[in-house]
Antibody, heavy 118, light 107 residues
Framework: QVQLKESGPGLVAPSQSLSITCTISGFSLTSYGVHWVRQPPGKGLEWLVVIWSDGSTTYNSALKSRLSISKDNSKSQVFLKMNSLQTDDTAMYYC????????????WGQGTSVTVSS | DIQMNQSPSSLSASLGDTITITCHASQNINVWLSWYQQKPGNIPKLLIYKASNLHTGVPSRFSGSGSGTGFTLTISSLQPEDIATYYCQQGQSYPWTFGGGTKLEIK
């Protein structure tokens, strides 16, 4: 079955960088795109970026200068890096599969919680 | 960016009721509108894509309609397991954007 699982550091100091990994199974990164979405505690959803099956990327322009996405198809992993974290970057970070023909995200990981604090 | 305005922000209804949530886009998004359900402490799950298509495994009491700028999510015969926050999301153009959410509670 389709599964996505995020892993991250949990706690990041202000101004430092964040690296999160999404490990997928049940589908191939050579066939599907993977999105990243975040959700601050008690708040709504914010779309961040997508990496497509061919490796091309589409970023949220509001965060593009601080975000970087990449992947390793052979390891079934997608990597998100965010620089210069501030307290308002505290959130649950989700990876989600792109549903082709859906223009939606059809399967989501469990999320990894990131707290920005000294 | 396309703004998605969702209403109401919260809703209280009785078991067995039919409820409707609306989502308005700031510009034409054709039918590229999805609905997600997020139960307390859980992940978002896709309910409806392309305005009116039920995702795999979603009960038929959920339905969606609309096109252009106005969309609705209807839940018929409300069940206890429907307690959740519901979000709309436009897929017309990047960045994808979400509505602010509708928190559904049972009376």
């Amino acid at each position: 079955q389709v599964q996505l699982k995020e892993s991250g550091p949990g706690l990041v100091a202000p101004s430092q960088s964040l690296s999160i990994t999404c490990t997928i199974s049940g589908f191939s990164l050579t066939s599907y795109g993977v999105h990243w979405v975040r959700q601050p505690p008690g708040k709504g959803l914010e779309w961040l970026v997508v990496i497509w099956s061919d490796g091309s990327t589409t970023y949220n322009s509001a965060l593009k200068s601080r975000l970087s996405i990449s992947k390793d198809n052979s390891k079934s992993q997608v990597f998100l890096k965010m620089n210069s974290l501030q307290t308002d970057d505290t959130a649950m970070y989700y990876c989600a599969r792109h549903g082709y023909g859906y223009y939606a995200m059809d399967y989501w990981g469990q999320g990894t919680s990131v707290t920005v604090s000294s | 960016d396309i703004q998605m305005n969702q209403s109401p922000s919260s809703l209280s209804a009785s078991l067995g009721d039919t409820i409707t949530i609306t989502c308005h886009a700031s510009q034409n998004i054709n039918v590229w509108l999805s609905w997600y359900q997020q139960k307390p402490g859980n992940i978002p799950k896709l309910l409806i894509y392309k305005a009116s298509n039920l995702h795999t495994g979603v009960p038929s009491r959920f339905s969606g309609s609309g096109s252009g700028t106005g969309f609705t999510l209807t839940i018929s015969s409300l069940q206890p397991e429907d307690i959740a926050t519901y979000y709309c999301q436009q897929g017309q153009s990047y960045p994808w954007t979400f509505g602010g959410g509708t928190k559904l509670e049972i009376k």
